[in-house]
């Protein structure tokens, strides 16, 4: 069955490290995505990527870092810079590139700093 | 002003009711709207589109108002399966979407 997979379905990081957090998706989608969701919050727009080798930073970009190497990949790497990284982020992909069928996420990866 | 808001609720319903959910979007040229469902702790799900005509599914009706920018949900004969958190969302022009805060519904037997 196609879809969106991400890992770790947890994640904890201790201050000052960079961790990766992995999207593969099988759906031949152009366009990628990556949010942030605070506890009783919305979901934020941290980077979105429409095809292979270019990304565009979202609203809260700042202290995370993408790649798009290969269309079925998104990997989102949160740096040290990102001095509030607990959050459920979530990862997303839409088949044309401006979303007008919606979206088909992953579930969700919780990251927790120790 | 966000782009887009919601009540945030929570809207306590009993079984069998009724309920209305509205969402206002501040960018008029926004084309493509959804209505998506999201579990605690768990990703959120494709509820329905929105079209300008309005549309229905089973117990589930959507609709759009350009004019006064908003979108709205109905859902009819509710179930305790209704209970979650429903994001508006909206194609605000930049290729990627902007979600609502949410409005959390509980359906009481």
């Known amino acids: 069955d196609g879809g969106i997979t991400q890992s770790p379905k947890y994640l904890f990081r201790k201050e000052g490290q960079n961790v990766t957090l992995s999207c593969e998706q099988n759906?031949?989608?152009?366009?990628m995505y990556w949010y942030r969701q605070d506890p009783g919050q919305g979901l934020r727009l941290i980077y979105y990527?429409?095809?292979?080798?270019?990304?565009q930073k979202g609203d809260i970009a700042e202290g995370y870092s993408v790649s798009r190497e290969k269309k079925e990949s998104f990997p989102l790497t949160v740096t040290s810079a990102q001095k509030n990284p607990t959050a459920f982020y979530l990862c997303?992909?839409?088949?044309?590139?401006?979303?007008?069928?919606?979206?088909?996420f992953g579930s969700g990866t919780r990251l927790t700093v120790v | 002003r966000k782009e887009v808001e919601q009540d945030p609720g929570p809207f306590n319903v009993p079984e069998g009711a009724t309920v209305a959910f509205n969402c206002t979007y501040s960018?008029?040229?926004?084309?493509?709207f959804f209505w998506y469902r999201q579990d605690c702790r768990k990703e959120p799900k494709l509820l329905m589109s929105?079209?300008?005509s309005g549309n229905e599914d089973g117990r589930f009706t959507a609709q759009l108002n350009r004019a006064s920018q908003y979108i709205s949900l109905l859902i009819r004969d509710s179930k305790l399966s209704d209970s979650a958190t429903y994001l508006c969302?909206?194609?605000?022009?930049?290729?990627?979407?902007?979600f609502g805060s949410g409005t959390r519904l509980q359906v009481q037997p």
């Open positions: 969302v909206v194609e605000t022009g930049r290729r990627a979407l902007t």
């Open positions: 997303a992909s839409s088949i044309g590139m401006r979303a007008q069928y919606g979206y088909t």
């Open positions: 929105v079209y300008s």
């Open positions: 759906l031949n989608h152009d366009a």
């Open positions: 990527s429409q095809i292979v080798n270019d990304f």
């Open positions: 960018n008029s040229a926004s084309q493509s």
